[in-house]
Structures are given as C-alpha cells and as structure tokens.
C-alpha cells in the first residue's frame, strides 16, 4: 500500500513540478510596457548566450555566432555602417574622399587614438593590419586566413600611410562595396604591439580598438569583455559583457528561464509566442528585419541535379508555409530569391516562382524523365530548427519522386563538407552581412564560390553571371546596380541551383531591463553592443 | 595475499597496453575517411600535415600503431582534429571539472546510500524498510538525462538555487593553478569563486548520484542483513538498546567492504553518467569533452579521452581491490 | 577482478514452497505482501510488453504522420497524449518508441546472455588456458565502463539503432561470462558432478542436466538487471543523437526533442519520460522480487 501510495506521490511530483511552470506563465496578466525613450543609464553586465564560441578570435578565420559578437564587440575598422539605410559611418577614419572615378581613396585618421593594449594608432598600423594576409613576413601571417578574401584585396593596386593620419587605397578597378567591406570583422585593425607579442597566436590575445576589450577569452566557451574607455567615441554604457557558449537551444532556453541570460538570439523559436503572449516572465522579443536568407543549395554536378528541370521540381515540392509556421514559428517571410526586402534591387516577383507546387513538381520530373525515386542526400547542421527544417523538406521531395537520406552534422563538419563542394543538397542561411547585396551574390559566384555547396562553375550561365556580378561591385551609380542585381536574381531563379526557403525574421529574446536593442544589424548577427544600455 | 598484489600491479601495464589497442583499432575501423571534415576546418597547415600522418590511410596500420604506442610511451596524446590544439592541454582542462564531479557524486551517495540502507535495516517497522527500499529502486531506475532535467527545472529555474550550466561564474576572476578548483582557490583564499563553483556542481552531482545511492542502500540493507539475520533485529526487542546498537554497528563494519568495492565498480557507472549529466549541465568536463569529440567526429580527442576515463577507472578498482584486501585479507579470489 | 564469494563450498538451496494446506487466498494474500512491488512491476512491465508487441493495434495514429495544422497540441480527447512540434501524435510516437526500446535492450540482452553463457561454461568447465584467455579478454572488456565501451563501439562502427544495440550487447558480455563461470566452478566442485564424470557422462550431458538448471536463478536475477541497465542505456544513447535517426520513435530522442519545449509543451517529454522511467522502475521491482524470492544469500553480483 505504501510503496503504490509512493509512486503515486512520486509522479504527482513531477507532473506538479511540470504544471506550475505553466500555471506560473498563465496567473500573472500581461502587462503594457512603457517603452518611452528613457536617458541611457550607465553601468551593468549583460549576458549573452551564443551557440559557439570558436577557438580563436582571429578575424583571419573565426567561426560561428558567438566569436563574430565578440569581435564585432572588441573590434572598429575605418568606417561603420547604418544597416538600415546602408550609408558609411566613420570609424577609425573621422573623414575620407573618393575620386570621382571610384579608385582612389583618403582616409583621414582620427589623431590621438589608441589601442586597447596602449598601442598608438597611426595610418602605419592599420596599414600593417590590413596588408597582413599579404605579408608572410609579419610574426602575425598564418597562411591560410581565408576571411581576408573578403575585403577585396586583389583589386587593390596599392595601400599606403601617406603620413601618421592619412592612407591611401588605390584600386585597379572601381568596387562599390569597397567601403562597406571594411565594416567586416576582416576589416577591423589589430594593434601592432599584439601582432609583434603573440605573432600566430594573436587569435588568443586580440587587442584591436573597439568599444570593449577583452578581459578574459576562453576558447570554445566564453568571452569576457570590459568597456574600454579610450575608445574614440567614448566609454560604452555597459561594465560588462559576458559571451557564452551553450551546446544547444534546451541549455539556451533555461538558462533564459532562469535568469542567467539577457539577450541571445538562439533560443528555441516555438518559446516566441508564450514569451510575447505574457511579460511577466521578464522577457521580451524584438523581432529582427528579414535580413536572413534561408535556402537549400543544390550540387549541379551530381546526376541528375544537373537537370534544371529537376531542380525546379525540387524548388515547387517544397511548402515554405509549412516550413515558416512549424519550423520557424511564423518567424519568416515567404521569399523570392536571392536577395531579400531590405537588398537594393530585390524583386518581389519571384515569390510566385518560389512557392508550393507539388503538383507542378511532379510533371517537372516526368518530363525530365528522369528514373524515380531520385536518391539524394540532405545535409544540415544537427542545431536549431535545421532538423525541423530538414524533416519538413525531406517529407516534401519525398512526396514527389525523391528519396532522401538526412545527412545529420555538427558545425565544423557541415561548414567543411560544405565548403569543399562534398553536399547534395544542403540546407544553410547567408545573412546581409553588411548592407549591400553584393555579398549575398558572390554564394552564386563560380570562382569565388568554386567548388562550393551548388558549384556555380558548372552551370552554363558561370560566365554569364560571373560578369554581372563583377559589373555589380564595379558599377557606382545605384540605380544601375539595382537594374543588375535585379538580372541576377532572374537568372538564379532561371538557374536555380539554390533554392530559397525563407527570410527569417529573427526573434531577438532580450531582457526586460535590457535597451535599445536594434532590429536591423541584430537580425543580421551583427549585434551592435555600443546603443545597449541596462535599466537599473 | 601479497602474491594477489603483486600479479594486479603487474597486470596494470598489461591492462594500459590493451585498453589503449582496443580503442586505437576500434576508432580504426571507423566506415569512410575518418580526416574528411579536417582538412577542410583547420587553416593551419602543419597541423593537418600532423594529423594527416597519424590517420592517413595511405599508410600501413602497424605502421600508424607503432607511432600511436611511441607518443603515448611519451605522453603525447596528439593534436585535436577539429582545433589543432594539443590534447594535453584540453585534458588538463577537462579533467579535473569531472574529476572533482565525480568524487563529490560518491561522497553523495555513499553517504545518502549508507544512511538509508542503516535506516531500512534498524528500524522496527516494516513500511519504513520498504519506503526505502522503493526509494532506492526508484532511483537506481532514473535514467542520468531525466534526474538532470528535473533537477534543472525544480532547483534551477523554479527555485532559482542553483545555476543551470557550467562550472563557475564566468564574471568571477579566479587564478588556475592545479585547475581543480578546490585546492586553488582554497590556496588563494578566494572564497567566492569557492562558492560559486560549489553552486555549479550541486545539481550535475547530486543528478549522477541518485542512481549509485540506490545501488549503494541496497547493498547496505542486504549486506548487514546478511551478518544478523533478517527477522534479528526486528524481534530482538527484549534485547537492551546499546546490544542492538553494537550489533548494528558491526552489521555496517561487515558492510562496508562490498560496498568499497561496489563503489570501484560504480565509479564506471559515474563516469558514464557523467558523460550524460554534462552534456544537460553544459558542464566543461571530459564527459562532454568526448561527446562533442564524438559528434564533431574528432577522433583524436576520442581516442584519447577514451584511455584516459578507461585508465582511471582501471587504477581505482585496482586501488579499491588493494584497499579491500588490507581490510580484510580472508578474501579469497578466484 | 572482484573478489567474490567467501564460502564456496556450499550448494545453492533452492526455494520450496508449502504445497497442501494453506488456503490458495491466504496463500496468495501472503505471496502478495511479500511481492507486491514485483507483481506491480510485473503487471506494468507486462502491459508495456504487450502494447510495444502489437503496436499497430494500440496506436490510435501513424507515428511518422505530419500534421502540421495540430503541432504542439496539448493532450485532448483527439490525442491523448497531445501531439509534437510535427504534429506528430504522441501517444502513437511512445507505443512504438517502446517498441524501438524493448526490442533494443532484448536484442542486446539475448546477444549478451548467449555469448556470455557460451564463454562463461566453457571458461569454468574446461578450465586451464582457454579459461585464462577468455577471463583476460572479459577482463580488458571490463577496464572499459559499460557506457563508454558502448559510446566506442558506436563511434567506430557509426551511428544508428542496430550498431547501439550491438555496442550495449558487447558491453555486457563479460557481466554475464563472470558470473556463469563463477556459478559454474562452484557447480563444477560438487561431488555429484565429480561422481557423474567417474561414471562416464558426458560433458554435455552434465552441463545441460546439472548445470543449466541451477544457473537459472542467479542468471534471471542479472538478466533482469542488465534488461534495466540496457533500456537506460539505449535510451540515454539516443538522447545523446548518437542512435536511432531524426524522425524514429525512441523515448530518449523524444525526450530530446522535448527539451526545448518544456515551457511550451512540456507534454511532449514528460510523456516518453515517464512511459520510460515507469518501465525501468517496474523491470527493476521484477528483479528485486526474484532476487529476494530466489537466494538472499546471492550476493556475488555488483548491485
């Protein structure tokens, strides 16, 4: 009698333990919040769960969501940028001019500036930091920093201090990206003094000239970082902030729940609409502007995807309702293509290209006549709402004639086997990095996305686009650069070597006493820590 | 009894030898290429030309075993896979978390495991007994992720008493000496990193020793009953208070030894629980150490950290069977 | 190596219970006070058993079907146990998720059990160097704890629910081969064993008539134990990702699943979680009866 009346008390426990969580959630009534614009206090330490933390900070080869807010956190290059209105900002440069022609620009440096370590920062020292992957050398030179690619150095003709304030950047051909590049985490300078210090393992002791330092880094767990009062626009509003690591959404989200986390944006999704329904529990969701990407690429050289028409069969099999509503907890955007709302030249109109029709698909292949069921592998990265994402997509293509294999990996291995052009079909994201639609293009780039997830090379339309993408960074006047991204999201759809699933509108889960949490770099994983401030 | 000794220790470096083949021939028959994902993660190229020739298939297998068994003759563990980094240094980190998890989850449920099983056995009254014991069973059946779970969210979330993950207050400043946080922040008088790292480790503790306490009352209960007879102590109530006390007491002394060796033996179960407990608890130990290596197909740091948790649990059994035979010579073994 | 039991000379008693007077109530009555929990547990571990067995009867749903409209639907009349983020049906996921879990632990026991068997007579009844190697090969077995052999075997020969099965079944061979070659040495040493040899009989005839019956006891209790250990085991792996695949019922992947939406739809974990803490529990129940039923004396087994 006692042992059964145990177990039944032993279960009430549990369920009772489970039912005042809810019960805690639903007797509190929602409460307006006041959200006037109040003086920012100063003062604070705000937690930040990430879903990684990469070994090393070095902006030459960093991985993951948790080192890029940290560097974007320590780090300031030449200029910033406003990523809603896509204008340049100074940075380490108070001014700059550029000719008329676009390939000769003067950076005049802010004097007095220094470094985190105490390093002064000259025109000499940003030239060295800059011209770092090109100097084997600088103590601080690893070859293989793949990240540099990114600034566009091989159109550069030469850079140069001209004096302590002053460089100089000579192009070989006109790049209308060329400023906003510099606001990538490879564009931000390392202080000399470290680049001498620790040489190839300044990725462990980064000290660059952003608003905070850092104060203690543990690679692939945490970053600690302090405000840094020197930096030039002046002393950040938070003490501290702190950067973790978590292993995944479960840790995430109880961590939230517990208190332990401020503001991540890597919580479970299916949390968004308890959390938005009741503010009482603390928590708030910013939702951030479409300015992630997501798609499905697929490997052209792989039979039979390199019959277009099964790839567009593949592209209507596909219910990105089903996708937005149960994978992302309504927090996306039915898309078009290539590029998103906020990109200059976005077209609306191939929303009625990518969308769900399964019975289309199904025709598709009969007239490619193709054998069915087409074996294919779907690799994604084994976090977040992928495996959802995947679940929904193999149902989907299986629903038509193909039979898919789900490739479940972690991180590192998803991001190498991407890379090296080694996937099927591949489910990934690319975010507006910086406001410019260049950089989401390049993914359809064949030399410089050779051998990639959807390996562009082997399309023949490769040349075609190559061309219209480099006129793109070459052409100034922006109204012709909208007119040539505008081709180029026609011919991707034409092409469709890369399916798009989604934007994502992403939720921000920010606590209440956190402030002035912006939704447009934030969206992007740009978060930019300088505008938030802690209500005390 | 010294010749038992003497052929344990000499066995031991037998036992390391095979312990460390097992897994380098098990991680080596592995389907596909088991560096496909390295050379395209690590930038440096030195180290994949390190890793490149210690898994290389192009080379032999004896080949690769007699460079596997010649680092480790020197104590060189290798490099990661996924980072570069040497293992050495991932070890002297992650070790000394899981260690220290481990020896406070032992001292929980030796503790709570003895008092309940003393509890069962001296009391008068039945229902008491089987109260007990169907708590013990109940928490030998938790599987590690379901206590961990339910931990977290009573005492973490609800209560707000302890905190959900890591191994201390990443805000705090604290100095690494030895990393095992009970001697350096004892040295350095830093109390409250003390504290703190005493808070991280309750739950992950108590989540893996809830099942061993079960293990451990159980066989508390049926080893003293084994010395007085199961209907003794019960209808022994003519007898005086302090004879019932002496033979309780040296109903426990007779208990002890198996639950030593019990205790050796569960130390395997612990340390598997602990893989399980830290990857809930986000704790930075060897348990999650593996299971990311696992999961990121990062053999070398498998390889390793595989013999290092099989050695440790080879030394203390062999330490617990050395401890039960200096109790009690009589033993015979087989 | 542990050292085990101190007396072994003396037989195994076997346990008889009065046949003629006592009134078959009473008789059950007594059985019951003294084995509830283990009838409990029987009954329960029954129930599970033949629900997992005749899955297709009793899931009222298709536990692959999606349907997106109902995700995250919390218990009702239409799905008892609510459904997923898939809108999977959850009661359906946990019947064949047993299913997936009891038809693991009992594949891996079988194999255990009769590898294990097989070493262990022919280790203590042959004796001399065939004994010898097969202990050190349990021994090295042995140096490995359970989980972390498992993990092994599963990382070399990759993931996926047949090569779990089979990492866990290799891992609790050498439980198994100790304990039925220490029963048999016993065994082995009694004079009627000696007497019957003297008269000719065949080994076989010795081990299958005088052996095997008395080996029964003591095996059932550790099977019962291993059947536990490996339910927890299997499950734990595949929490873990290391198992079954994305979308295959499994209490622990399910319990995985669930993790993230605890606060949102607890139902979705708590379920398979209890459905599996329950079936341990009473799996666990069955073994202590039998062990306090069959010999208090039977000690020698770690726990």
């Not at chain 1, 660059?208 to 930096?231: C, H, S, T, W």
């Amino acid at each position: 009698m006692r042992s059964r009346v145990f177990l039944v008390l032993a279960a009430l426990a549990l369920i009772l333990s489970i039912s005042h969580v809810q019960a805690h959630n639903a007797t509190f009534q929602a409460t307006a919040q006041a959200t006037a614009q109040a003086t920012p206090q100063r003062g604070g330490t705000l937690n930040v769960a990430a879903e990684s933390m990469s070994n090393s900070l070095d902006i030459g080869f960093w991985q993951g969501f948790g080192a890029l807010h940290v560097i974007d956190s320590i780090g300031e290059g030449l200029v910033r940028a406003n990523f809603e209105t896509g204008k340049v900002l100074p940075g380490l440069a108070e001014s700059w001019k550029v000719s008329s022609d676009g390939l000769d620009y003067v950076f005049n440096i802010r004097k007095g500036m220094v470094f985190q370590d105490g390093a002064p920062i000259t025109a000499q020292a940003i030239v060295r930091s800059m011209k770092r992957s090109q100097t084997p050398k600088d103590p601080a030179y690893i070859d293989g920093m793949y990240m540099y690619g990114n600034q566009g150095i091989d159109n550069w003709q030469s850079l140069d201090a001209v004096d302590d304030n002053t460089v100089e950047l000579k192009l070989k051909k006109p790049n209308a990206t060329q400023l906003l590049v510099f606001t990538r985490p490879d564009g931000y300078i390392i202080s000399p003094k470290a680049m001498d210090t620790y040489g190839k393992d300044v990725g462990l002791h980064m000290a660059m000239a952003g608003p905070y330092k850092i104060e203690r880094f543990v690679p692939g767990q945490e970053a600690v970082l302090d405000a840094n009062p020197d930096y030039w626009a002046g002393k950040p509003y938070l003490d501290k902030i702190i950067i973790r690591a978590y292993p995944d959404e479960a840790s995430i989200l109880a961590a939230l729940q517990a208190g332990e986390v401020d503001l991540t944006l890597y919580a479970p999704f299916d949390s968004v609409p308890r959390i938005q329904k009741d503010s009482s529990g603390g928590l708030r969701i910013v939702v951030g502007a479409p300015l992630v990407d997501l798609l499905l690429g697929i490997n052209v050289t792989q039979k039979p995807l390199d019959n277009v028409m099964v790839r567009q069969a593949i592209n209507y099999a596909i219910d990105r309702d089903a996708i937005i509503q149960a994978g992302l907890a309504g927090m996306g955007q039915a898309p078009a293509s290539i590029l998103a709302p906020n990109d200059l030249g976005f077209d609306p109109a191939g929303k009625t290209i990518s969308h769900y029709d399964p019975t289309k698909a199904k025709q598709l292949l009969t007239q490619a006549g193709v054998t069915l069921p087409i074996p294919v592998t779907l690799s994604f990265e084994n976090d977040r709402f992928w495996p959802v994402l995947a679940e929904l997509i193999s149902n989907n293509l299986n629903a038509v004639g193909f039979k898919v294999t789900l490739d479940r990996l972690d991180q590192g291995s998803f991001a190498g086997k991407e890379s090296a052009g080694k996937t099927v079909l591949a489910l990934d994201q690319r975010s507006t990095f910086l406001p410019d639609p260049n950089d989401k293009v390049l993914i359809v780039d064949s030399v410089l996305s050779i051998g990639g997830m959807s390996h562009p090379e082997a399309l023949p339309t490769a040349k075609q686009l190559d061309a219209l993408i480099d006129s793109g960074t070459t052409t100034l006047d922006p109204a012709a650069r909208a007119g040539i991204y505008k081709q180029i999201q026609a011919m991707v759809l034409d092409q469709m070597n890369i399916v798009y699933l989604a934007y994502l509108t992403p939720p921000i889960f920010v606590r209440d006493r956190v402030q002035n949490v912006d939704t447009q770099g934030t969206a992007a994983g740009r978060v930019d820590f300088r505008g938030i401030w802690l209500k005390q | 009894m010294g010749v038992y000794l003497l052929r344990r220790l000499l066995w031991l470096p037998i036992v390391i030898w095979a312990v460390s083949s097992l897994t380098f021939f098990a991680l080596r028959i592995i389907p596909g290429n088991p560096i496909e994902s390295v050379r395209d993660q690590i930038t440096d190229k030195s180290q994949i030309a390190r890793i490149e020739a210690e898994w290389g298939l192009d080379q032999p297998v004896y080949v690769q075993y007699v460079r596997f068994m010649g680092d480790l003759l020197h104590g060189d563990l290798g490099i990661s896979m996924s980072s570069g980094a040497p293992i050495s240094v991932l070890l002297f980190e992650r070790i000394p978390p899981t260690v220290e998890l481990t020896f406070v989850a032992m001292i929980i449920s030796t503790t709570l495991g003895i008092a309940a099983g003393v509890v069962s056995v001296a009391t008068r009254r039945r229902s008491v007994d089987n109260v007990v014991r169907i708590v013990a069973i109940t928490g030998m059946s938790m599987p590690y992720f379901w206590v961990a779970i339910f931990l977290i969210i009573v005492f973490s979330i609800l209560l707000k008493w302890a905190p959900t993950s890591g191994r201390i207050d990443a805000s705090l400043k604290y100095t690494v000496i030895t990393n095992f946080m009970f001697i350096d922040q004892v040295i350095t008088g830093n109390w409250l990193a003390l504290g703190s790292w005493l808070r991280h480790l309750v739950l992950p503790a108590t989540a893996i020793g809830i099942t061993s306490t079960g293990f451990v009352a159980r066989l508390t209960r049926s080893a003293m009953l084994e010395e007085i007879g199961s209907d003794y102590v019960r209808t022994a109530r003519s007898k005086g208070l302090s004879e019932r006390t002496v033979t309780l007491r040296h109903a426990l002394r007779n208990a002890l030894l198996p639950i030593l060796t019990l205790q050796g033996l569960q130390f395997g179960a612990l340390l598997g629980g602990a893989v399980i407990t830290e990857a809930v608890f986000a704790y930075p130990g060897m348990g999650r150490l593996l299971l990311d290596a696992i999961l990121s197909r990062d053999y070398s740091v498998v390889q390793a950290a595989v013999i290092v948790v099989a050695l440790a649990y080879v030394v203390v059994n062999l330490l617990v069977d050395i401890l039960a035979i200096a109790v009690d010579p009589r033993i015979r073994v087989n | 190596m542990v050292p085990i039991v101190k007396d072994a000379s003396a037989p195994l008693p076997v346990k008889q219970l009065p046949i003629n007077s006592i009134p078959l109530v009473k008789r059950l009555s007594r059985l019951w006070r003294k084995y509830s929990l283990a009838v409990v547990g029987g009954v329960f571990f029954t129930i599970v058993l033949i629900v997992s067995v005749f899955a297709p009867t009793f899931a009222p749903y298709d536990p692959m079907t999606l349907d997106l409209k109902s995700r995250l639907a919390g218990p009702s009349a239409a799905h008892v146990f609510g459904t997923d983020n898939l809108g999977r049906d959850v009661l359906s996921r946990v019947i064949y998720g047993g299913r997936t879990v009891l038809s693991g632990a009992f594949a891996a026991l079988a194999m255990s059990f009769a590898i294990g068997l097989s070493i262990g007579i022919i280790a203590g009844y042959k004796g001399g160097w065939l004994d010898n190697l097969f202990m050190r090969l349990m021994d090295i077995l042995l140096s490995f704890p359970s989980v972390l052999l498992a993990i092994l075997i599963v990382t070399s020969l990759g993931a996926g629910q047949t090569n779990v099965v089979i990492a866990i079944g290799i891992a609790q061979i050498p439980i198994f081969a100790r304990l039925v070659r220490s029963i048999v040495l016993i065994l082995v040493n009694q004079e009627y064993v000696a007497a019957a040899r003297s008269l000719g009989a065949r080994d076989r005839t010795i081990i299958f008539s005088h052996i095997f019956p008395n080996m029964i006891p003591p095996m059932l209790v550790q099977a019962t134990a291993m059947l536990a250990i490996g339910i927890a085991t299997l499950t734990a792996l595949n929490f873990l990702g290391l198992g079954v695949e994305t979308g295959t019922p499994d209490w622990g992947m399910m319990v995985a699943d669930g993790q993230k939406l605890l606060f949102d739809a607890p139902h979705v974990a708590f379920f398979p979680g209890l459905c599996l803490v329950l079936t341990v529990l009473s799996v666990n129940f069955i073994g202590d009866g039998l062990r306090d039923h069959l010999d208090p004396r039977l000690r020698n087994q770690a726990g």
